[in-house]
């Protein structure tokens, strides 16, 4: 993996839930902040790390509500990792790197899709 991702282009995470989104996002976290303790943001919404920023969405009703936590500010200034981007995807640029996750049906298996 590379180890960087622009700050204009936010890394989106799809997949059910346990399909290991926070995972994947706690990897990148740790190695693009040096960050040895990295809660998820499910009720925080966002945890800024100064290097870069990770977002769940999953509670949210609306883009609204997104944009009232300053996505596009953090998207402008710092690389962006967000869990549940559906209620975004739209708003933000075509400037973005998805990842879809899923668990295969032992449960043990997960399969990454770059699209």
Request: glycine letters at 4%.
């Amino acid at each position: 993996m590379a180890d960087k991702i622009a700050a204009d282009k936010p890394l989106l995470l799809y997949g059910d839930l346990g399909a290991g989104k926070t995972e994947l996002a706690r990897a990148i976290i740790k190695k693009l902040a040096n960050a040895n303790e990295i809660p998820s943001p499910t009720f925080t919404l966002v945890q800024d790390y100064g290097t870069v920023a990770h977002f769940d969405l999953y509670r949210l009703k609306t883009a609204d509500e997104a944009f009232e936590l300053d996505l596009d500010t953090y998207i402008k200034t710092r690389p962006v990792i967000i869990e549940w981007p559906q209620l975004v995807e739209d708003y933000i640029a075509a400037n973005f790197a998805p990842i879809k996750l899923e668990l295969k049906l032992n449960g043990d298996t997960r399969t990454a899709t770059f699209f």
